[in-house]
Structures are given as C-alpha cells and as structure tokens.
C-alpha cells in the first residue's frame, strides 16, 4: 500500500539541528527542518514532496483566509530509549481529520497519503524527536482550502501539510477553571466536533475574560441552557465521582478527543466503572459540597492530564480534595507515558514505530 505512493523528497542543505536547545524550548515556537506537503487539484491529491520547513506565497483571496476551511490535528512522537521513534495514535488523527474535513466540506486525504507523509517525514527529521523524559516531538498536520477566489462556495483545491515543533516537558501545574454561562463553545448542529481553526478564534475572547478573572481556563456548557458541562478549554472534561470515571458523552458539540478515549480505555483495563453521559454542572457542584467528587482534570495530547483545584460558577469559587500524586489522573499520565515511550508492553497496539 505504502509502496505505491511516491513522495518527492528534496532534503535541506541547511539543517538546523546544530541550533536545537532542548533547555530553552518554548511551546511551539521552534520548527524541525522539513514539512510534507501535498496539493488536492480538485481530483486527486498530487506533488507529494517533502521540502525544507519554510515560506510559502499566497495571494490576499486565498480562501480560508476570508471564510475559514481549515482544520488540523495535533499528535506527538516520543523516542523510546533504544532510539526508536513511536508515534500514539496516527491513525485516529488521520481519520478525526477526514470527519473534520467533511463537516467543513473540504477534500478528505487518502489515510495511506497522511501515513507514508508522516513516515517519510519522521524518518528524515528523526533527529529532531528530542531523546528525553518528558520530551517529545509534537506533529502538526493540517489542511487549508487554496482557491483564490471571494465568492462563498467550497474551495476546489486543497493543501494538506505536516510539520513538527520539538516540544518539553510540560509540567501543567493544577489550573482554577470558570464555568461559561454566557458564551458558547459549540451549539448542537455546529462545528464543535471538528477540529476546526474557526472553532479556536471564537474561544479567545470568552477565555482572555475568564484570565482578567483570575482562571487559567474556561469550562464550557452546553449552547441551549448552559446546564451540562462539554469540555475543558481545549481539552476534554473527566472527573472522579465515587470511584467511577465519568466524562460527557462525545456529541456534536464535543470533540472526539483520542486522549479522552485512551483514558476511558485504560480505566476500563484497570477495573473502573466508566460513565460516559451528560453531566451537569449542579452534580459538579453538588459532588464537590458532599465530598463525592474527588478529582476533575482536562485530558489532551499537549498535556496529556491537566488537573483541576478549583470551579468557579457564578462568582463563587469551589475547592476540590488536594490532588495527590496517587490520584487516578496522575497514575494514568504515567502509565500513558510509559506506553508512548515504550517503556511497557502497548496491549491495544497504539504506538506505530517509524
Ligand atoms: C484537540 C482537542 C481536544 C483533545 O483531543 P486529543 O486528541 O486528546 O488531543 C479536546 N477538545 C478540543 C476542542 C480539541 O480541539
């Protein structure tokens, strides 16, 4: 299948790697050497080519610049201690990718087109995935509409791009969240469960209140009664409630967050009663006053877990139990890492090795 697919590969005679300082890594502000790339002409996807990470020209009517189809994905590669590069769950971002793509009307990419890219392009900037605890190489693929053209109507040609950014250690240290009750992340019907640019610009603005507030995050409600809660920032929501895992069911409004779906896996693997159903934000708060609520955290590939100390709703701060280094979300952050780095047997096969 891979075979078939021939992909240009014109190498940079300037490699960048020498300049790498693993000390002083800023979240997505440095870039390894190349990018894949490949064009969707309106029939087929064409010109795949991996080229040096770089400009790239544009007329002012490109497209999504004006109504927005663009979409993207974000995974990591993690070197294991032999040197092996090991990629967690390509092949669900390849297809989160196509849902995206549909629901923004845009060209879907062949899987085996986003699989042989990524290969090729990791095995040529393998040195850039960072060979340290903690460390890891986060994947950036995306695909943007490239009509230049003002009318409103579905582009007829796309680019589909992967590029990577070393990235650190992110210790998320525990974070104070605000419950929305006035904006809206995603309404039924919308584009909440794509992973769509539009999606982050409309966030900005609610989220920049919430930190002149005093809160690190935003909690979303659902659009029609801002009753049950949807997600964490740009993370997922999952809290403890007597023992049990329990996470707002996925729906329209809510992404499919594969790290969402690894953690309801492994609490499933480890015994745990799993509820994934609507949960509202006065079963939050009732759970936090009578002790039944012992842990809340985002889960999403940046940082894996992010635990919760504190939910505020309508102006009044709620306290969670403290966060111990035994809670469940710290216990399944290490075993996750241990199965990205390869450090323990992968029982549901999802690291793929470059
Ligand atoms: C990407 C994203 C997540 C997390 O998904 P992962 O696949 O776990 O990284 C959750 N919510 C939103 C809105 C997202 O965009």
């Given at each position: 299948m891979i075979d078939a697919i021939s992909i240009g590969i014109h190498p940079t005679t300037q490699s960048r790697i020498n300049e790498l300082d693993l000390?002083?890594?800023?979240?997505?502000?440095?870039?390894?050497?190349?990018?894949?790339?490949?064009?969707?002409?309106?029939?087929?996807?064409?010109?795949?080519?991996?080229?040096?990470?770089?400009?790239?020209?544009?007329?002012?009517?490109?497209?999504?610049?004006?109504?927005?189809?663009?979409?993207?994905?974000?995974?990591?590669?993690?070197?294991?201690?032999?040197?092996?590069?090991?990629?967690?769950?390509?092949?669900?971002?390849?297809?989160?990718?196509?849902?995206?793509?549909?629901?923004?009307?845009?060209?879907?990419?062949?899987?085996?087109?986003?699989?042989?890219?990524?290969?090729?392009?990791?095995?040529?900037?393998?040195?850039w995935v960072p060979q340290r605890d903690n460390y890891s190489l986060y994947i950036r693929p995306f695909m943007f509409a490239t009509d230049e053209y003002i009318g409103v109507s579905p582009s007829k040609t796309y680019r589909f791009i992967i590029f990577n950014c070393p990235v650190g250690a992110y210790y998320s240290k525990p974070v104070k969240v605000k419950v929305e009750t006035e904006y809206v992340r995603a309404a039924p019907g919308g584009t909440g469960a794509a992973k769509c640019a539009g999606n982050y610009a409309a966030?900005?603005?609610?989220?920049?209140?919430?930190?002149?507030?005093?809160?690190?995050?935003?909690?979303?409600?659902?659009?029609?009664?801002?009753?049950?809660?949807?997600?964490?920032?740009?993370?997922?929501?999952?809290?403890?409630?007597?023992?049990?895992?329990?996470?707002?069911?996925?729906?329209?409004?809510?992404?499919?967050?594969?790290?969402?779906?690894?953690?309801?896996?492994?609490?499933?693997?480890?015994g745990m009663?799993?509820?994934?159903?609507?949960?509202?934000?006065?079963?939050?708060?009732?759970?936090?006053?009578?002790?039944?609520?012992?842990?809340?955290?985002?889960?999403?590939?940046?940082?894996?877990?992010?635990p919760i100390y504190a939910i505020g709703h309508e102006g009044v701060d709620y306290n969670l139990p403290e966060i111990k280094p035994d809670n469940f979300a710290n216990r399944v952050k290490r075993y996750l890492d241990d199965v990205k780095y390869g450090r323990v047997a992968d029982p549901h096969e999802w690291v793929y090795q470059i």
């Amino acid at each position: 299948m891979i075979d078939a697919i021939s992909i240009g590969i014109h190498p940079t005679t300037q490699s960048r790697i020498n300049e790498l300082d693993l000390d002083n890594l800023v979240f997505g502000h440095t870039f390894a050497d190349h990018m894949f790339v490949a064009d969707f002409d309106g029939k087929e996807w064409t010109d795949l080519r991996i080229v040096p990470y770089g400009d790239m020209p544009f007329k002012p009517a490109l497209m999504p610049l004006h109504y927005g189809q663009a979409i993207f994905e974000g995974m990591k590669a993690y070197k294991s201690e032999d040197g092996e590069v090991l990629v967690f769950r390509p092949y669900d971002n390849a297809r989160r990718l196509n849902r995206s793509a549909h629901r923004l009307c845009m060209a879907e990419i062949p899987e085996d087109i986003f699989m042989c890219g990524l290969t090729e392009l990791l095995r040529l900037d393998a040195q850039w995935v960072p060979q340290r605890d903690n460390y890891s190489l986060y994947i950036r693929p995306f695909m943007f509409a490239t009509d230049e053209y003002i009318g409103v109507s579905p582009s007829k040609t796309y680019r589909f791009i992967i590029f990577n950014c070393p990235v650190g250690a992110y210790y998320s240290k525990p974070v104070k969240v605000k419950v929305e009750t006035e904006y809206v992340r995603a309404a039924p019907g919308g584009t909440g469960a794509a992973k769509c640019a539009g999606n982050y610009a409309a966030s900005l603005y609610p989220a920049k209140l919430a930190q002149e507030a005093g809160y690190d995050q935003l909690i979303w409600t659902d659009g029609k009664e801002h009753k049950y809660v949807e997600e964490a920032g740009t993370m997922n929501f999952m809290f403890i409630i007597d023992g049990k895992l329990v996470t707002p069911a996925v729906s329209d409004s809510i992404l499919d967050g594969i790290t969402r779906k690894s953690i309801v896996q492994i609490a499933k693997d480890w015994g745990m009663t799993v509820e994934e159903r609507k949960v509202s934000v006065e079963e939050l708060i009732e759970g936090i006053k009578n002790g039944r609520l012992q842990e809340a955290f985002g889960a999403g590939t940046a940082a894996v877990v992010s635990p919760i100390y504190a939910i505020g709703h309508e102006g009044v701060d709620y306290n969670l139990p403290e966060i111990k280094p035994d809670n469940f979300a710290n216990r399944v952050k290490r075993y996750l890492d241990d199965v990205k780095y390869g450090r323990v047997a992968d029982p549901h096969e999802w690291v793929y090795q470059i």
